[in-house]
Nanobody, 124 residues
Framework: QVQLLESGGGSVQAGGSLRLSCAAS????????MGWFRQVAGKEREGVAV????????RYADSVKDRFTISQEYAKNTVYLQMDSLKPEDTGLYYC?????????????????WGQGTQVTVSS
């Protein structure tokens, strides 16, 4: 089965940047979409960004639009999330997800595979 491993989380000051990486253990053949979700304290897990595998078609949550950028290296089965101008409210546990259902979906049930999560902490 496909396994997803996130990395790149850490602690930064407000206004700083981080780049998250998600490496798939196997080829993403048969997977149409890869994305990032986050769990903020006291809130349900929410979609952050999604990209079509092998393409540039993407979608962002309104709260991160113009600050975050999702990208991929298709040959390496890896997706990235570049996070700039970070705010304290971006603090949370970020998860990589992959699936074949939906269309630029932020629904959790559209994704079959999930990573273990990587912590992002932004201080003021």
């Amino acid at each position: 089965q496909v396994q997803l491993l996130e990395s790149g989380g850490g602690s930064v000051q407000a206004g700083g940047s981080l780049r998250l990486s998600c490496a798939a253990s196997r080829s993403t053949t048969g997977i149409a979409w890869m994305g990032w979700f986050r769990q903020v304290a006291g809130k349900e897990r929410e979609g952050v960004a999604v990209i079509r595998v092998g393409d540039v078609l993407s979608r962002y949550a309104d709260s991160v639009k113009d600050r975050f950028t999702i990208s991929q290296e298709y040959a390496k089965n890896t997706v990235y999330l570049q996070m700039d101008s970070l705010k304290p409210e971006d603090t949370g546990l970020y998860y990589c997800a992959a699936g074949a259902a939906g269309w630029l979906s932020f629904r959790e049930d559209a994704y079959r595979y999930w990573g273990q999560g990587t912590q992002v902490t932004v201080s003021s």
